[in-house]
């Protein structure tokens, strides 16, 4: 094969563009590797360097600006028999900070490209993060505010073991792309270049220039000492197989029938502490015994020992589409965090939906019916107020039956965990005046 190269799709570069030479130079290497295009996936993102994809004959994915590095992870853990190759230019190096970082730090077998022409050539020569402070360029004064990285040291700082800068016009560039090719684990090579487009004309740049300024950087060989280690995917693929493979997810049998058909829609109202979610875990198993598809999902803030608590679960014989609700048709109020958080729902509650409050929780007026429990009057934790309004719920026999609900503290909880709930609960219920 003499060349990787796309003959239908030919470079479309600027006269002189720099990122046509790292082209063919790439090809060449990939060439001398002895690497067919079903080997190689070539991963780049938003930018002239982001043409690259389209140029070659291999696999490609094409991404957003700076993610490059992510498809390329996912795609490197996937199929570690694949040759992974990103270009970036240095504006994608910028936008794509983080990612570049989090690459370094892994040591994953991929070979990133920094095709570096100090400026974002394409969207009409903004400053980027590589651009000089003494450069005059499309965004006005602002590169005169801000130092450009050195991304050599900056991933050498992070981690990576194979970083090297190297000039579009070095004789040596098909080497110096061999070797970061070459290299088992993470490699960056920052490729110095010309936009002929942009740069070039406010700005008084030649090879010669670029030369002479890498030449005053300081070296980067120590990082393959001290950075050494092994490469990331096969390091975890050798501790993955050492873990015990997980189980079959555990299939819920149908035991119990549910006291209605169609759809129920319970809303739980609490506070942090309370055992809201759990709760509506426990609702959610109990119609999964009933045969029934089961929904839930909690509004709770980030300071997760105080505030409110809220659950939403709905019960339903058919599949469940929406997950909203807006008139649900039970409603258990225990705290008045969660009931700040569902007012206005409150207010508008159907004559048929059903409020199990607790005891002293001031509720807005509505036309639903009202069951009050006074667990402080029985000197029931707080902790365990929703799964007694639970039982008051199933003594009603309106969206779970008790039979439900044992069957789902038996899913839920061990043997010792699961006698004690009992307890508590038949306790409650009649201490409660079997409501």
């Not at 270049?193 to 670029?210: D, L, S, V």
């Not at 409110?308 to 679960?313: A, L, N």
Request: with cysteine; glycine share 10%; charged share 20%.
């Amino acid at each position: 094969m003499d060349s990787l190269l796309n003959s239908n799709r030919p470079p479309v570069f600027c006269p002189g563009c720099s990122h046509e030479q790292v082209l063919h130079a790439l090809d060449q290497a990939l060439l001398r590797m002895g690497f067919s295009g079903k080997d190689i996936v070539m991963v780049s993102d938003i930018g002239c360097s982001g043409l690259f994809d389209t140029f070659f004959n291999t696999h490609a994915f094409h991404g957003l600006h700076g993610r490059a590095l992510t498809y390329a992870t996912g795609i490197k853990m996937a199929r570690p028999d694949l040759k992974v190759v990103v270009t970036m230019g240095d504006g994608g190096l910028g936008i794509g900070g983080a990612h570049v970082l989090s690459s370094c730090r892994r040591n994953i077998d991929l070979t990133l490209l920094v095709l570096n022409n100090f400026n974002y050539g394409m969207t009409g020569g903004q400053c980027s993060s590589t651009t000089p402070q003494d450069a005059q360029v499309g965004s006005g004064f602002l590169n005169k505010l801000e130092k450009p990285i050195d991304i050599c040291q900056v991933a050498g700082a992070a981690g990576a073991a194979y970083v090297d800068r190297i000039s579009t016009y070095d004789k040596g560039l098909v080497d110096g792309l061999e070797a970061a090719l070459s290299f088992d684990g993470f490699s960056l090579l920052d490729i110095w270049g010309i936009c002929p487009g942009r740069y070039t004309r406010r700005n008084k740049i030649t090879p010669k220039n670029i030369e002479t300024d890498l030449a005053k950087l300081p070296g980067l060989a120590d990082y393959k000492i001290s950075n050494a280690r092994p490469e990331y995917g096969r390091a975890y693929r050798q501790e993955a197989a050492k873990l015990v493979p997980a189980g079959e997810p555990v299939r819920i049998e149908k035991s119990c029938t549910a006291p209605q058909s169609g759809r129920m829609e319970v809303v739980v109202l609490g506070s942090a502490g309370q055992r809201i979610i759990t709760a509506g875990e426990l609702l959610c198993l109990a119609g999964a015994a009933a045969g029934c598809h089961a929904a839930q999902k909690s509004d709770y803030p980030i300071t997760v020992m105080r505030g409110h608590s809220v659950t939403d679960i709905i019960i339903s014989d058919t599949e469940i589409e929406y997950t909203g609700i807006q008139n649900p048709s039970v409603v258990i109020a225990l705290a008045p965090e969660g009931v700040n958080r569902r007012k206005k729902m409150l207010a508008h509650l159907a004559p048929e939906a059903l409020v199990i409050k607790a005891s002293g929780i001031e509720l807005p007026s509505c036309q639903a019916s009202i069951i009050e429990i006074d667990c402080k009057a029985e000197k029931i934790k707080s902790q365990d107020w929703a799964l007694v309004a639970l039982a008051v719920l199933a003594q009603q026999n309106k969206v779970l039956t008790m039979d439900m609900l044992k069957a789902a503290l038996q899913l839920r909880f061990k043997a010792g965990q699961y006698e004690t709930a009992i307890a508590m609960l038949e306790k409650a219920v009649v201490s409660l005046g079997n409501t």
